[in-house]
């Protein structure tokens, strides 16, 4: 993560809309692909550096750009406020391992990086078994710029 980003204002935009935000990756023909993901600010699990995150399905196209080319921007906007952050990409699901990461924490950093987006869920153990059931992945965006208004 650059020294210099401040993720504060991005935190007040993704509490205004439940972290409703743009995921944009790359195509491999160079063209952007725009997803809408729910997205906060969570703590990376290996690095403790602020980090963006949010919970992507196993087969999500989203998955298969950013194993190929592991760089997005994230944009969320509340009214006349917006904030996007660019950077690099860290993914943690069954069919992504990190090196240095116990598979046995990932339950709980699916759950982490769910709330982080102000999201609520009154039946764990369900949450949980979906997850499961869909390889459900963490994507992990160090920031690297950070801008917008408001």
């Not at 063209?31 to 703590?43: D, E, F, K, M």
Request: hydrophobic share 40%; charged share 25%.
């Amino acid at each position: 993560m650059a020294a210099d980003v401040d993720l504060s204002r991005v935190r007040a935009v993704v509490a205004g809309e439940r972290g409703l935000a743009v995921a944009s990756t790359q195509r491999a023909d160079g063209s952007v692909h725009n997803a809408i993901v729910n997205a906060g600010v969570t703590t990376h699990p290996l690095t403790g550096d602020e980090v963006v995150g949010y919970v992507a399905l196993g087969r999500a196209l989203k998955l298969r750009h950013l194993r190929s080319r592991p760089r997005m921007t994230m944009t969320w906007r509340v009214g006349f406020r917006w904030q996007s952050v660019e950077g690099a990409v860290t993914l943690i699901g069954p069919d992504d391992p990190l090196d240095g990461f116990d598979p046995a924490r990932l339950p709980q950093l699916l759950r982490d990086v769910f709330l982080c987006t102000g999201a609520t869920h009154d039946d764990w153990p369900t949450y949980d078994r979906v997850m499961v059931e869909e390889r459900r992945c963490v994507v992990l965006l160090s920031p690297e710029r950070v801008y917008g208004v408001g």
